[in-house]
């Protein structure tokens, strides 16, 4: 019987082995077996020639004491590029590598070194587009960036501290990342394998050579790598470059409204049954959205087909299409999945609206709110934000003198105790204590969150 038992075990543990085998020649499907040993230089061969040094020049002004010292220095940095396109000579680097380049010369891997036309640069993105002339280039293909996942082993190939073609490994360690300069679009991957000062506008590659992304950044406290890295990705390289071989720069588009993540706390507030989204908080006058219908708390799920999980999703994307484009916007509006057509453009023009004597007084959250009353001492619609504390959280929410609040959780209200009823409701739901004020500000409806 123990024998019996044994050659099973036996035939299990011959198969578990099997299969992790498979498993892990699938992990290295790009790798071949040099006598035997995993290895990643045959794929590297055919990579590493699209991966080029840049050496910039610049002019920095110098003085001295007097005007007859003045004159003119030159600084010299160095970062890497990618060759996208070698019959047209494209290469992708960073902005930060290349900005103020008086001079800006490429070194390929076979070490003929070329001159660089800078076609267009967007800081936004930190994304480049050089243009070289050569024959013989090797360009590098795209991978898909849907289909990159946390765990995925890639490889940076780069210029570190100018010494030279170096590459590291490492695996994938987070996507979507963003907040290192919220200024900017930013969308990044995140990856351990080393990268520095120099790598910046190489590749990331994954297993199979195909670029995923362009190194851009790092988060240091020496300068060197501590193995948080990041890349932009290769689809919004693409979208950037589009833009930058047409016009020279990125002409942003605009949809003309200001968002907010659907929190839990926001989605329960306006009472809409949704997981994800971007929701409106205010439409510009005379914008894409407004001429599309698109109204306060609206929440953005998807545009042109792509899913929109939260506000700084929905601003990258709006930020790389085409001015005048026609897009499609799907939203949930009073808890009703719809679609509008918007075109995408600029914003302008502003309505002002006024209002006169207020009366009856009261407190929320560091604000003193009074009625709004007209010249006839009616109780009009609102209740106006006559002062308030900075140091309170109607202040960090947004509010501001002036303000004028005409709808708590998108019911109207007309009076400081309706006000206190909606707000005092919020507060006792314990699913939620959020409350959704619709603000009127210089014309404009405002959705604030506190």
């Not at 390289?237 to 839990?264: C, F, N, P, Y």
């Not at 609206?298 to 899913?307: A, L, S």
């Amino acid at each position: 019987m123990s024998y019996g038992i044994s050659v099973r075990f036996c035939k299990i543990m011959i198969t578990a082995a099997m299969l992790l085998l498979v498993a892990q020649a699938q992990a290295i499907s790009a790798t071949a077996l040099q006598q035997g040993i995993p290895s990643l230089a045959p794929m590297l061969e055919q990579v590493t020639p699209a991966v080029v040094s840049i050496r910039v020049s610049k002019v920095m002004p110098t003085s001295g004491r007097d005007r007859e010292q003045l004159g003119l220095s030159y600084a010299t940095g160095a970062g890497s590029g990618v060759i996208v396109d070698a019959v047209q000579g494209l290469i992708i680097t960073n902005h930060h590598v290349v900005a103020n380049a008086s001079r800006i010369t490429v070194r390929l891997s076979d070490q003929r070194t070329l001159e660089a036309v800078l076609l267009g640069s967007d800081p936004g993105t930190d994304v480049a587009l050089l243009q070289v002339e050569a024959e013989d280039l090797t360009e590098i293909a795209f991978a898909d960036v849907s289909t990159v996942a946390v765990g995925d082993y890639v490889v940076a190939i780069g210029n570190p501290f100018g010494i030279g073609q170096t590459v590291t490994s490492g695996i994938v360690s987070a996507l979507g990342r963003a907040g290192i300069n919220n200024d900017n679009y930013e969308d990044f991957i995140q990856t351990d394998a080393a990268i520095n000062l120099g790598n910046s506008g190489g590749a990331l590659v994954d297993m199979e050579g195909n670029l995923i992304g362009i190194n851009t950044a790092i988060i240091s406290g020496s300068g060197g790598s501590n193995g948080i890295g990041f890349a932009v990705p290769t689809d919004m390289v693409v979208s950037v470059m589009e833009h930058l071989k047409r016009d020279g720069e990125v002409r942003r588009g605009l949809l003309g409204v200001t968002i907010a993540d659907a929190t839990a706390d926001i989605v329960a507030a306006l009472e809409v049954d949704v997981e994800y989204g971007a929701v409106v908080t205010s439409v510009m006058p005379d914008s894409a959205a407004e001429k599309a219908g698109v109204q306060l708390s609206d929440v953005i799920v998807e545009i042109d087909g792509k899913e929109v999980r939260g506000s700084r999703q929905l601003r990258n994307i709006v930020g790389l299409m085409l001015q005048d484009q026609q897009v499609e916007l799907v939203l949930y509006r009073n808890g009703i999945r719809e679609s509008v057509q918007a075109r995408i453009g600029g914003a302008t023009g502003q309505a002002v609206a006024g209002n006169s004597a207020v009366a009856i007084r009261s407190e929320f959250r560091g604000a003193i709110l009074e009625v709004v009353k007209d010249d006839n001492n009616h109780v009009n619609q609102g209740i106006e934000v006559v002062s308030l504390s900075q140091l309170g959280a109607a202040w960090a929410a947004g509010l501001r003198e002036g303000d004028v609040i005409v709808e708590v959780n998108r019911r109207s209200t007309a009076d400081i105790e309706a006000f206190n009823r909606a707000t005092s409701a919020s507060a006792a739901d314990s699913r939620n204590s959020i409350s959704a004020l619709t603000v009127i500000r210089e014309g404009r409806r405002i959705l604030m969150f506190l």
